[in-house]
């Protein structure tokens, strides 16, 4: 198992975690975003996902476990960056938020992609 001794202590969550904060904000500020409750829920599902699946595998306790958690909030990452281009495409936020976002998105999905290559390294 990696050498943490709690998952707040993986920057890879703790990047999730701020990236949380600024998708509720934006959701939450912009009169489109906010009244568009499809697109404004699932990007915060997504989002609070890859958080939540870095926590949960961490606290299984096994690395195979935690392997494919890990797995699981990339994926969502890969979401939330969908859903980001659909948000910019139609309006909802502008060029700036729009890259401010996929990049800090893209971050955390290095990062995970990062720890997960030292969890199979261990195995």
Same mark, same amino acid.
Request: net charge positive.
């Given at each position: 198992?990696?050498?943490? @001794?709690?998952?707040? =202590?993986?920057?890879?969550? !703790?990047?999730?975690? /701020?990236?949380?904060?600024?998708? *509720? ?26 958080? @939540?699946?870095?926590? =949960?595998?961490?606290?299984? !306790?096994?690395?195979? /476990?935690?392997?494919?958690?890990? *797995? ?45 290559? *030292? ?5």
């Amino acid at each position: 198992m990696a050498k943490f @001794s709690s998952f707040e =202590e993986i920057i890879s969550w !703790q990047k999730a975690r /701020e990236l949380n904060v600024v998708i *509720y904000k934006i959701t939450n500020s912009n009169d489109l975003f906010s009244k568009d409750f499809g697109l404004r829920d699932q990007i915060r599902r997504a989002s609070v996902s890859i958080s @939540s699946n870095i926590a =949960e595998g961490f606290e299984r !306790q096994t690395t195979k /476990e935690f392997i494919r958690f890990l *797995y699981i909030a990339k994926a969502s990452a890969g979401e939330v960056r969908s859903q980001l281009y659909l948000a910019f495409d139609i309006k909802y936020i502008d060029k700036n938020e729009f890259e401010e976002l996929k990049l800090k998105t893209n971050e955390v999905s290095k990062l995970i992609s990062g720890l997960l290559k *030292y969890l199979h390294s261990t195995l």
